[in-house]
């Protein structure tokens, strides 16, 4: 490969178009969400709980091994507006021998992680998902490149790819009669399957790269990767309280059987998240890095992601919330009524969880990014004083009770730092009030649903059909006093440009 091709291999275009780009995103985040969604639910129907709640352990310790792979490394690149061809190649060494060292590490805790959660099956699984750990500390530049450079299509290709290959050979080995095996597979499948496609696209190398700029990118990582790690070990740390807490308390099944029903809300909770939240994310944080030197436009950019994530995604989990009994039974059946009294709290968490992260995002582009190290130091005494206070009578509720309020508690000290330290004006400050308005008229509306005599599938077809356009007649009585102002094709437009 020349150095011209490495030029232009390695330099994203100034200004991607980020609205086709968040088209692009969307739809095959949808057709991955559809697909992988039914086949998670399937398989969690046909699989015991117990082992839908060991396989949501070793998930928590892989998700966490990931996130200290990744380093701040997929952050600093897309905020770093001077990549040059050496500059590439050293962010790619640096994610290599990040993502070696920690599958090394991995590995290496395996028997010690399975010893310490009582689990023994876990340990296998850990040594695998070392492996894809490994794979992905190969793959997560090159991705970020094409992310940095609009290839948005080129992305899902190689996203949708991988986790359709990855499904499909999980659902196969299920049916073969396979169970915890099967889970862990689709990771090792996927890690395999993204790096291939990746290096494809964006062929690269790791030799001649620069020490000092090393040095550079690891400083400004530093105070991501801090943050990263207190935010996913607090992240975690529910998965892992339930099943040290009340298997000492009750016993590794019950509490294994608790793991279960909390990963599976969490899992439902997580499939219309991800229709809005990941596409959003991935371009806003593009748009925002981008235009971390533009104070007016990282703003701007801000304030509509943040009023887009309370107008989607904070209606969208008040809705699950409200109508938490008739989704539960219709998707998982009666098998998993224990999730039902959690779903709810869990809808909570999430809303301010994914709406604080924009917050977050805005500070790092804005060169803030201490605010969110030390906002995270927040949420785990909080947590900790509500196991304590509710010790007497442990038990799942009052755990998960527990973890979100701490998890409030963090993201609207990020929130409001945001809106401080980015110079939000009064009327765009306006404009996020009435986005929250409308999330909680919208709730109360579903509430209201879930009186109706309907069975569980009809109620959550009904809502289907139905709230979305009373949701947009909500946004529009509100934003244009004209309820049927956005009911259209260009009414979507308009809704844009009135954020």
């Known amino acids: 490969m020349t150095g011209d091709a490495e ?81 590439f190649r050293t962010y790619a060494r640096l994610s290599l021998m990040s993502g070696l060292t920690f599958g090394i590490i991995l590995a290496l805790l395996s028997h010690p992680l399975a010893n310490f959660f009582g689990l023994p099956e876990v340990a296998s699984g850990v ?83 620069d020490k000092e700029a090393a040095r550079s990118i690891l400083l400004i990582c530093t105070p991501l990767v801090t943050t990263d790690i207190l935010w996913l070990a607090y992240s975690l740390i529910d998965q892992f309280a339930i099943v040290k807490i009340l298997g000492a308390r009750y016993g590794v099944s019950i509490a294994t059987t608790a793991s279960g029903f909390y990963q599976q809300g969490r899992k439902i909770v997580g499939i219309p998240g991800d229709f809005i939240f990941f596409p959003l994310f991935r371009t806003v944080a593009v748009a925002m890095g981008n235009r971390s030197t533009d104070q007016d436009h990282l703003t701007k950019t801000f304030i509509k992601a943040i009023c887009l994530a309370v107008l989607l995604l904070a209606a969208m989990f008040g809705v699950c919330a409200a109508l938490s009994k008739q989704i539960v039974t219709a998707l998982l059946t009666d098998k998993y009524a224990g999730t039902i009294p959690i779903f709810g709290i869990i809808c909570l968490g999430e809303s301010f969880k994914l709406t604080g992260t924009f917050a977050g995002s805005a500070l790092v582009a804005a060169g803030k990014s201490k605010i969110p190290m030390y906002a995270w130091l927040a949420p785990y005494p909080i947590a900790a004083a509500g196991v304590l206070i509710s010790w007497p009578h442990i038990s799942l509720i009052s755990i998960v009770w527990s973890y979100v309020a701490g998890m409030v508690a963090v993201n609207v000290i990020v929130m409001a730092a945001g809106f ?61 006093r004209k309820p049927l102002a956005y009911l259209s094709i260009s009414g979507v437009k308009q809704l844009r440009e009135a954020l």
């Open 7 to 87: 030029f232009e291999a390695h330099h994203p275009e100034p200004q991607p178009n980020y609205g086709k780009g968040l088209a692009w995103t969307m739809g095959f985040n949808a057709l991955m969400k559809i697909v992988l969604g039914g086949v998670g639910i399937y398989i969690a129907r046909r699989l015991p709980v117990e082992q839908m709640g060991i396989f949501g352990v070793l998930a928590n310790i892989y998700i966490f091994a990931e996130q200290m792979r990744e380093a701040g490394l997929k952050q600093a690149f897309y905020n770093d507006n001077q990549i040059t061809p050496v500059k």
């Open 127 to 209: 040594v695998w998902a070392a492996f894809a750990t490994f794979m992905n500390g190969l793959s997560v530049i090159p991705m970020a490149s094409l992310h940095k450079s609009g290839r948005f299509r080129d992305v899902g290709l190689i996203e949708s790819t991988s986790n359709f290959l990855a499904a499909g050979v999980s659902l196969t080995m299920v049916l073969a009669g396979w169970g915890f095996e099967a889970l862990v597979a689709q990771l090792v499948v996927r890690a395999c399957v993204q790096f291939c496609l990746a290096f494809w696209q964006k062929p690269f190398s790791i030799l001649n790269y």
């Open 420 to 480: 401080k330290y980015l110079a939000v004006t009064r009327d765009q400050l306006m404009r996020f009030w009435e986005c929250v308005v409308i999330a909680l008229v919208t709730t109360a509306t579903a509430y209201g649903f879930s009186f109706l005599p309907l069975k569980p599938w009809p109620m959550v077809l009904l809502a289907l059909a139905t709230l979305p356009i009373v949701h947009m007649a909500i946004i529009g009585t509100v934003f244009a």
